[in-house]
């Protein structure tokens, strides 16, 4: 019980005290884990990103510096696996992309400043595949592609 105490509280650091080295993340000689944040000039939290044997594993948030939420990344043994967002700095959804053993999988949208769905996209195993869409700021059909 004291052991898993101790690791739960070690497990959060700085990323200053973190050193990248040819792609996994270190504290001193051995691979982190846990859970490094860094912060704006400002205070505020910038990133908080979970890794575990040097990659990234789990969410990651970045936020603009005055705390709002940026976006949202997710991996699964340092490769892109699962939703990512992306969010203007007025907390509009601006982006959304889905990943797979890091790479492009599933549904892609981007919506415009005004909330206005703007493209649709669909990869299969980082492929080009189904019917792509792309709509004007009106919200008229501009485009439709097939894969």
Not at 105 to 114: R, S, T
Not at 116 to 122: A, D, S
Not at 131 to 144: F, R, T, V
Request: no cysteine; hydrophobic share 30%.
């Amino acid at each position: 019980m004291i052991s898993l105490a101790m690791m739960v509280f070690s497990t959060v650091t700085f990323s200053q005290e973190l050193e990248l080295i040819d792609g996994k993340y270190y504290n001193g000689n051995e691979p982190f884990t846990g859970i490094s944040r860094e912060y704006h000039d400002n205070g505020n939290l910038k990133i908080r990103m979970n890794i575990k044997d040097g990659v990234p594993d789990g969410n990651t948030r970045l936020f603009y510096e005055d705390g709002s939420l940026k976006e949202q990344r997710s991996f699964k043994n340092g490769m892109k696996d699962g939703i990512w967002i992306q969010w203007d700095k007025d907390q509009n959804r601006v982006a959304e992309a889905s990943y797979k053993n890091d790479l492009k999988h599933g549904y892609w949208y981007l919506w415009d400043q005004e909330g206005n769905k703007r493209y649709e996209m669909y990869y299969v195993k980082g492929e080009k595949e189904g019917n792509w869409y792309i709509w004007d700021a009106q919200g008229n059909l501009a485009m439709e592609r097939a894969y």
